[in-house]
């Protein structure tokens, strides 16, 4: 399978732990993005990243939140101290730069975050 | 901070029937595109559009971009179970930034 791959799927921990979610994405796209989704929301952005360099971070992203790129291939995202409204389904995309406006994104399945 | 909004929210339908969803902004799009997203799974691409006043047709769904660039629609005919799910659209604004609005969750009734 040469799409986007998250894991791990599911986590569930409690309030006050820290847990990281990795993204693979597709192996010759230089830009990579992560979003986070609320149950019956649309995906809301949290940054981006053409190849190694992190290019844009949401303003609502808190410091808790970190998240790198270190070869420009996979990417780790961390959330520190978890909150109950961390809550979410953390997804992964990945896409070609190729001098146009835009390019597709290509998701993964997502990582599903449940905070006790 | 570049927003985005949908309409209708939720929409149930007979199969068979034809529907319209909508998206808007007050901001000016790059481009527009039309995702996909089924329980479980990340948003799929349905099209890009980039022309102000462009319209494309994918099988049964027309999609048109407003000649302003800041609003576009989703036009499904003989709408079918398959087509259930949530209709995204996201916005790119200038930069290379994706900008998704809250979705239309549609549900096509046998």
């Known amino acids: 399978d040469t799409g986007v791959s998250q894991n791990p799927r599911h986590k569930i921990t409690k309030r006050g732990q820290n847990v990281t979610f990795r993204c693979d994405p597709i192996?010759?796209?230089?830009?990579l993005y992560w979003y986070r989704q609320t149950l019956g929301q649309g995906p809301e952005f949290l940054t981006y990243?053409?190849?190694?360099?992190?290019?844009?971070k949401s303003r609502l992203l808190s410091d808790r939140f970190s998240a790198e790129r270190p070869k420009g291939s996979f990417s780790t995202l961390e959330i520190q101290r978890t909150e109950q409204g961390d809550s979410a389904m953390y997804l992964c995309?990945?896409?070609?730069?190729?001098?146009?406006?835009?390019?597709?994104?290509?998701f993964g399945e997502g990582s599903r975050l449940t905070v006790l | 901070t570049q927003l985005l909004e949908q309409s209708p929210q939720f929409l149930s339908i007979q199969e068979g029937e034809n529907l319209t969803v909508y998206c808007n902004s007050s901001?000016?799009?790059?481009?527009l595109q039309w995702y996909r997203q089924e329980p479980g799974e990340g948003p799929v691409l349905l099209v890009t559009?980039?022309?102000?006043?462009e319209v494309k047709k994918l099988k049964r769904l027309t999609f048109q971009f407003g000649d302003a660039r800041k609003d576009s629609s989703l036009h499904i005919t003989a709408a079918q179970p398959g087509d259930t799910g949530l209709y995204l659209c996201?916005?790119?604004?200038?930069?290379?930034?994706?900008?998704f609005g809250p979705g239309t969750r549609l549900s096509v009734l046998p």
């Open positions: 901001s000016v799009f790059s481009s």
């Open positions: 559009v980039v022309t102000g006043g």
């Open positions: 192996s010759e796209h230089n830009r």
């Open positions: 996201a916005g790119v604004f200038g930069g290379q930034n994706f900008v």
């Open positions: 995309a990945s896409s070609q730069l190729a001098g146009a406006l835009t390019g597709e994104l290509f």
């Open positions: 990243f053409q190849n190694e360099a992190q290019l844009e």
